[in-house]
C-alpha cells in the first residue's frame, strides 16, 4: 500500500493593506492589491496522506473530525490539487490549528497556504512558490501571501483565469524588525463571516466605489514606507487604510459591524499613547480583535499598558515570521 504524505508549516498573516471585495468567487480574484506581514506566532502545521485504499475524503482540524462546512472547503480544494496532478485519490487531511479561529484573526490563511503546500508536495507537482501561492489563492485569498515570509504583496492581476494573481516578498522577515501585538477582546465565533460581510459590502455599499478609488495609492505608500523603513509613515497609512475598510462595511445593507467595546477601547487606547509620544498604530481585519504596530523598543511599554484595559482579554506579541515551511 503506497502512501504519498507530505508535512507543510504556514504562518498567518495580517494585512496592512486590507483586501476587500472579490471580482470572482471561484478563483478569488481580488477587487484590489492589498500587502501585509507574515507573522511569527499563529501557524497552522498540516499532514495530506494520498493513498488508492482510501474511500473518501477525511478532514482533520485539531484531531477531531471538522464540520461539515469546513470538510466541504478543504475537499474542494483537493479537487484543484487532483486536477492539476491529473490523479483521482482520496485523501486524509490532518490540521493542527495554532490560531483563534474565527474571532478575527485569520486562520484560512495559514490553513490553505499550508494544506496547497502539503498537498502539492504529497502529489510531486514540483510547483515553484509563486504557483503555490496561485494555488493557494483558489481556497482563501490572503492564503497566498501567507506562502511567504516577511513583508508580502499580492498583486489583484488582470486576467480571468488568475494566473496573474499571485503574492511577492518585498521584504524578509529579517529585513526589518517591528512589534505586531494581537489583541484579543472577543474570542467568540463572528456572526458575519468575511466572505459574506465582504460580499455584501461589494453588492449594497455606497462608500464601496470611494475604496476602490484611494486603495491602489495607500498601497504604493504603504510599499514606499516599508522599502525606506519609514514606520510612522507606514502606520498612519495601514491605520487609515483599515479604518476606511470598516467604513465601507458600515455603508452595506445590513450594515456590517465587527467591532465590539473593546474595539473601541483599544483604539482611544491606542491614540492615547501617540499622543505621549510612543509612535504606535492599529489595524483591523474583519473582526473584532485589533493589532497593534509598534517598533521594538516600544513593544513592552505598549504590552504591558494594553493589559490594562478591562475588555482586553489577551496580548499575543509577534514579529514578522517566515514563509512555508516542510517537516518531516
Not at 462608500?207 to 504604493?220: I, N
Not at 509613515?233 to 479604518?243: D, M, R, W
Request: charged residues 20%; hydrophobic residues 40%.
Amino acid at each position: 500500500m503506497i502512501i504519498m504524505k507530505a508535512t507543510a508549516k504556514a504562518n498567518t498573516n495580517i494585512a496592512l493593506i486590507k483586501y476587500w471585495g472579490k471580482r470572482d468567487e471561484t478563483l478569488f480574484l481580488p477587487m484590489n492589491s492589498s500587502l501585509s506581514i507574515t507573522l511569527d506566532h499563529f501557524n497552522t502545521i498540516t499532514t495530506v496522506e494520498f493513498c488508492k485504499s482510501f474511500d473518501k475524503d477525511i478532514f482533520l482540524l485539531n484531531n477531531l473530525p471538522a464540520s461539515d462546512k469546513e470538510s466541504n472547503k478543504v475537499f474542494r480544494f483537493l479537487d484543484k490539487v487532483r486536477n492539476l496532478a491529473g490523479v483521482n485519490l482520496h485523501a486524509v487531511v490532518s490540521s493542527e490549528n495554532k490560531v483563534p479561529t474565527a474571532a478575527g484573526f485569520a486562520s484560512s490563511a495559514s490553513g490553505f497556504a499550508a494544506l496547497a503546500a502539503a498537498a502539492a508536495k504529497a502529489l510531486d507537482l514540483e510547483l515553484n512558490t509563486k504557483e503555490i501561492s496561485i494555488l493557494a489563492r483558489q481556497g482563501s485569498g490572503s492564503a497566498c501571501r501567507s506562502v511567504y515570509g516577511g513583508y508580502v504583496e499580492w498583486k489583484k492581476g488582470i486576467q480571468e483565469d488568475g494566473k496573474d494573481s499571485f503574492a511577492s516578498q518585498l521584504l524578509s522577515e529579517q529585513d526589518w524588525k517591528i512589534s505586531i501585538l494581537s489583541v484579543l477582546v472577543a474570542g467568540e465565533q463572528k456572526k458575519v463571516s468575511s466572505r459574506e460581510g465582504m460580499k455584501r459590502t461589494v453588492e449594497t455599499s455606497p462608500f464601496y466605489a470611494g475604496w476602490l478609488q484611494t486603495v491602489e495609492k495607500d498601497l504604493e505608500d504603504a510599499k514606499e514606507a516599508i522599502m525606506s523603513r519609514e514606520f510612522e509613515k507606514l502606520g498612519h497609512v495601514v491605520e487609515a487604510n483599515a479604518l476606511k475598510m470598516h467604513a465601507t462595511m458600515l455603508g452595506a445593507k445590513p450594515p456590517v459591524l465587527y467591532w465590539q467595546s473593546g474595539t473601541m477601547d483599544v483604539i482611544h487606547h491606542i491614540q492615547y499613547l501617540r499622543l505621549t509620544g510612543i509612535p504606535v498604530f492599529f489595524t483591523i481585519d474583519a473582526g473584532s480583535n485589533v493589532k497593534v504596530l509598534c517598533l521594538p523598543k516600544d513593544e513592552a511599554i505598549v504590552y504591558e499598558s494594553l493589559l490594562t484595559l478591562p475588555t482586553v482579554q489577551k496580548v499575543f506579541i509577534c514579529h514578522p515570521g517566515s514563509g512555508i515551511t516542510y517537516l518531516e
